[in-house]
């Protein structure tokens, strides 16, 4: 069993969803990042970076992962699955996982800053950071055009950049004119376990849809920018 600590956003959904389609056994815990549960001492004892997610595996003797990447990559290890066990088939999946980690999701996140949370606009840095992750999707694009999955076959790489990908309007990214792009998203979003997985620990609303459910969402995001 595995004790998941998370919250409600891409690189939490990243965890929930591997579980999800791991099929491993797990509970999730909820961590309140407007109330900084993620900075108590509880917390800073399992992740001493105070961010989510973190999980515990109760079968190897409570054994603590942080760091998104090193989860899923433990997971999929712990299972067999998602992962390839030969180097060439290992190393592509690893290269697409930390494209999004060095690359997707550095990037909209500063999207979401500047874009919906940042108090003062800038321009300047707004559009900085949308154009690199609308570059970034292009790359995904090209890719997808080889392939049906990122790795050739289906893998932790498609689940770690779809989790970012799909919040693509909150960031302000287009992606129009992106026919493969488009097809992988829906191959994605059409899986169960994806499904499942993006309502852990509980379902968000459609921010961008629902104006005053995206500002308190942003307001709440804002306590946390300097945490």
Request: negative net charge; proline residues 5%; contains cysteine.
């Amino acid at each position: 069993m595995i004790d998941l600590y998370t919250a409600p956003t891409p690189n939490g959904h990243k965890a929930s969803v591997t579980l999800e389609e791991l099929e491993v056994p797990y509970e999730a815990h909820a961590v309140n990042l407007s109330a900084e549960e993620q900075k108590q001492d509880w917390f800073l004892a399992l992740n001493p970076n105070g961010r989510i997610p973190v999980i515990v595996d109760r079968d190897a003797e409570d054994f603590v992962v942080f760091e998104t990447g090193a989860i899923m990559v433990y997971l999929a290890e712990k299972t067999g699955r998602l992962l390839p066990s030969d180097a060439k088939g290992r190393s592509r999946v690893m290269q697409w996982l930390m494209f999004q980690m060095g690359g997707i999701g550095p990037m909209m996140g500063q999207a979401n800053v500047f874009h919906r949370y940042f108090p003062e606009k800038i321009p300047a840095a707004i559009s900085r950071y949308q154009n690199e992750s609308r570059r970034l999707f292009e790359v995904l694009d090209r890719r997808l055009a080889e392939s049906e999955w990122l790795a050739d076959d289906f893998s932790i790489a498609d689940i770690a950049n779809w989790c970012w990908v799909r919040t693509y309007r909150w960031s302000g990214v287009s992606r129009d004119g992106l026919p493969h792009l488009d097809r992988w998203l829906g191959a994605m979003k059409a899986r169960p376990a994806c499904r499942r997985g993006v309502e852990v620990p509980f379902v968000v609303g459609r921010l961008t849809q629902d104006e005053k459910a995206a500002e308190e969402f942003a307001a709440n995001a804002q306590k946390t920018l300097q945490t």
